[in-house]
C-alpha cells in the first residue's frame, strides 16, 4: 500500500472516530438555537399553586399520594403560606393565605371562597431583567422584577423547612395568557428567577413536573396569546380521558398543554362549567416507575387506578377529590 493511501485512510479513520462527538455537538447546537428566548437559561415550567383551605390537611393527602412535602414557609410580604413536593425542575405549591389584606394573600381567600385548585403558574427564566426586556419591548404591560423570599413559618414543625429568595416578574391587569387563568391578578402567570434549588426524593417515584395543564374555550385564540410572548406551540394531542383536544405550548424543559372540550359531557367540559372560567385543570409528573406509584396510591386511597395509554407514556389519572381540586396524571416513559 503506498505512503499516500496509508496517509488518506488514517485521515478517513479520524473523521469517523470524531464523528460521533461531531453529531453531538451539532445536537446541542440545534437544542441551544431552539431555547425560547424568553426563557433564557431558565428551566421554564417550574410550580403550580394550589390552593388549599387547610394546609396541614393538603400535605397529609400529598404523602398519602407517596410525594415527600417540604416544610414550607411563610411569605412575610405576600400574606401566603406554602409547602408541597419539590422535584427536578421545580415543584407543586401548596398555598393557603394568613393574611389576606396583603395582594397575594387576598387573590388566594378570594379563589378559595368557591374552590381549591390549580391557581397560578410560575415559569423559571435567567436572567429574569431579560425576560423583563423582551416582554416589554413586545408591548406587554410587565411589573418587577421584584425580590421576594420564605422565612420559617412557626405553624409547620413538621420538617425543615426550604427557605430561599427570588425575583419574579409579573403581568398587573392580567393580559394574555394570564386572562385564561382563574383571576386576573400579576400573579396568575408569571416568571422568576431562584438563587438556588434542591429537589426531594418521592416514595411514589415522582421526578419531574413535566405539563400543566390549561382549560380553555378557545383553543387556537390561547395559542396565538402565547406566541405573541414568544412561546412556539409544539404537538397536537388527543385527550379522550378528558373529552378533550389539546396542543402543547413548549416551555423549556415542560410543556403548557392547552384542553379545548371536544363535547359538553366531558372533563375539561365540565371544569369550566364548575368554574366559570378558564384555568389549570391539571398537571402530568414524570415517575421512574407506574407500578410503585400506582400500588401506594391504591394502598393508601383503597381505590384502584387503571393504566391508559397517555400522551407521555403509559400512565394513571388522580381525580381532583383525591388531590385538593387539580387533576394528577403520572406516567412513564
Not at 473523521?15 to 433564557?40: C, H, R, V
Not at 423583563?132 to 420564605?150: I, M, Q, Y
Not at 412557626?154 to 382563574?182: K, V
Not at 378528558?242 to 375539561?268: D, R, W
Request: proline share 5%; hydrophobic share 40%.
Amino acid at each position: 500500500m503506498s505512503t499516500a493511501r496509508k496517509q488518506f485512510l488514517l485521515v478517513l479513520g479520524c473523521l469517523f472516530a470524531f464523528m460521533p462527538e461531531l453529531a453531538l455537538k451539532a445536537e446541542e447546537q440545534t437544542k441551544d438555537s431552539s431555547k425560547l428566548a424568553i426563557l433564557g437559561s431558565g428551566h421554564g415550567i417550574d410550580h403550580v399553586g394550589i390552593a388549599v383551605r387547610d394546609l396541614e390537611a393538603a400535605k397529609k393527602t400529598y404523602r398519602a399520594l407517596g410525594f415527600t412535602v417540604f416544610g414550607g414557609g411563610k411569605h412575610p410580604d405576600l400574606g401566603t403560606r406554602n409547602s408541597g413536593p419539590s422535584f427536578e425542575n421545580g415543584y407543586l405549591e401548596l398555598i393557603t393565605f394568613w393574611d389576606r389584606s396583603k395582594a397575594i394573600g387576598g387573590m388566594v381567600a378570594n379563589f378559595l371562597e368557591k374552590h381549591e385548585g390549580g391557581l397560578f403558574l410560575g415559569l423559571d427564566v435567567s436572567p429574569v431583567d431579560g425576560t423583563a426586556k423582551l416582554l416589554r419591548a413586545s408591548g406587554f404591560n410587565v411589573h418587577g422584577p421584584e425580590a421576594a423570599s420564605a422565612i420559617e413559618d412557626p405553624e409547620q414543625h413538621d420538617q425543615p423547612p426550604n427557605g430561599g429568595s427570588w425575583r419574579f416578574l409579573g403581568f398587573p391587569n392580567g393580559p394574555i395568557p394570564a386572562a385564561h387563568l382563574p383571576v386576573k391578578s400579576s400573579d396568575a402567570i408569571f416568571f422568576l428567577q431562584y438563587d438556588s434549588w434542591v429537589g426531594n426524593l418521592h416514595a411514589n417515584t415522582a421526578k419531574k413536573l413535566s405539563s400543566v395543564w390549561m382549560g380553555v374555550r378557545d383553543l387556537e385564540a390561547s395559542v396565538r396569546g402565547y406566541e405573541s410572548m414568544g412561546f412556539r406551540r409544539s404537538h397536537k394531542l388527543a385527550l379522550p380521558q378528558l373529552g378533550a383536544q389539546g396542543q402543547e405550548i413548549e416551555a423549556g424543559l415542560g410543556s403548557i398543554l392547552l384542553l379545548q372540550p371536544e363535547n359538553s359531557t366531558g372533563k375539561v367540559a365540565a371544569f369550566l362549567a364548575e368554574r366559570g372560567a378558564e384555568g389549570i385543570i391539571g398537571v402530568s409528573i414524570e415517575v421512574s416507575s407506574l407500578q410503585t406509584a400506582r400500588s401506594l396510591l391504591e394502598a393508601n386511597t383503597k381505590r384502584q387506578f387503571e393504566p391508559y395509554a397517555g400522551p407521555y407514556g403509559h400512565s394513571i389519572l388522580i381525580p381532583p377529590e383525591f388531590t385538593h381540586g387539580i387533576w394528577i396524571e403520572f406516567f412513564q416513559k
